[in-house]
């Protein structure tokens, strides 16, 4: 049984790889709106929703697994910086602060109409940085395609000064919470070959 994950994100891949489970990447392209008053919860776990739906549509016998990650600092959310401008607008931000980061995962099977949405939460707090800091690391590129413009598993990692929560979210995919949305659903990740 092989599962469906509709998502183009490399981080995504790699973390349901290292778990060895066997899944087909299909990413879905739905278009990352957020709704005027939803609030950031809603937002990632209705995204997660739509994102499984179009893929569960299209492969209606397949299980799918979909996610959205976003990050909230006070009111405003940080989502993938347009350019290295915002880029470096973001990272000055959050440097020094604590922000929120929040993923909404569906796992989805159109044929036995079960479909599961959670959304995971953590606490990240940056260190200070100084605006030559901040050059720097967007230089690198590594910021540009991140919700909060930085990679917690990437160089950014020497800029978290501390997680409250689940690690793998602030990557992307929060595996505990996968983990046991996969067994509601039958299937066992531990044993992959035997479920139903």
């Not at 183009?8 to 879905?28: H, Y």
């Amino acid at each position: 049984m092989k599962l469906i994950l509709a998502s183009s994100s490399p981080r995504r891949r790699e973390l349901l790889a290292s778990i060895g489970l066997d899944f087909d990447v299909v990413p879905s392209h739905i278009p990352e709106v957020r709704g005027e008053g939803e609030a950031p919860e809603e937002y990632v776990a209705r995204l997660s929703r739509e994102k499984a739906a179009a893929i569960a549509h299209a492969h209606p016998d397949r299980w799918v697994i979909a996610a959205d990650t976003t990050v909230l600092l006070g009111e405003e959310l940080l989502e993938k910086p347009a350019d290295a401008a915002d880029a470096r607008r973001m990272l000055a931000t959050i440097a020094g602060r604590t922000h929120i980061v929040y993923t909404g995962v569906t796992v989805m099977n159109a044929s036995q109409n079960h479909h599961d949405t959670r959304v995971a939460e953590s606490e990240v707090r940056m260190l200070p940085l100084e605006s030559e800091d901040i050059a720097w690391y967007v230089e690198t590129g590594e910021p540009m395609d991140k919700a909060g413009a930085y990679a917690v598993q990437g160089i950014g990692a020497m800029f978290i000064d501390s997680i409250h929560g689940s690690y793998t979210n602030v990557v992307g995919l929060p595996l505990a919470l996968l983990f046991r949305m996969l067994r509601r659903a039958g299937i066992d990740p531990l044993r992959p070959e035997t479920t139903s």
